[in-house]
């Protein structure tokens, strides 16, 4: 079974950039129709979408974080990493690494949160 395992600063200050990265296992991050996403979820907030990486390689971003947001990925370490600069204490959140198929749509990816092969982690913003 899949396996998505973050990794990144338990910490990070204001004005910083915040770098986290997802490594896969048991699944290529290059299988044709799967995408690779990152959210969050502030405390006492919704599900917010920050965006994916598809699995050639483009990316997309929540149009509220694009100007801000760098998602890449490392096919050598079947890794995706997300960048997210000039942090402020609205950033403070857990942030998700999931995957998630092409046909599926936006409402089933809230439908059981978090999924089951994602080990979360929350990295949180100094205020």
Do not use: M
């Not at 699995?55 to 694009?66: D, M």
């Not at 990925?73 to 000039?86: E, H, P, V």
Request: proline content about 8%.
């Amino acid at each position: 079974q899949v396996q998505l395992q973050e990794s990144g600063p338990g910490l990070v200050k204001p004005s910083q950039t915040l770098s986290l990265t997802c490594t896969v296992s048991e699944f290529s991050i290059t299988t044709t129709y799967y995408y690779w996403s990152w959210f969050r979820q502030p405390p006492g907030k919704g599900l917010e979408w920050i965006g994916y990486i598809r699995y050639e390689g483009n990316a997309y971003y929540s149009p509220s974080l694009k100007s801000r947001t760098s998602i890449s990925r490392d096919t050598s370490k079947n890794q995706f990493s997300l960048q997210l600069s000039s942090v402020t204490t609205e950033d403070s959140a857990v942030y998700y690494c999931t995957r998630h198929s092409e046909n599926q749509r936006h409402s089933s990816w809230y439908r059981l949160w978090p999924p089951p092969w994602c080990l979360c982690t929350a990295f949180p913003v100094a205020p």
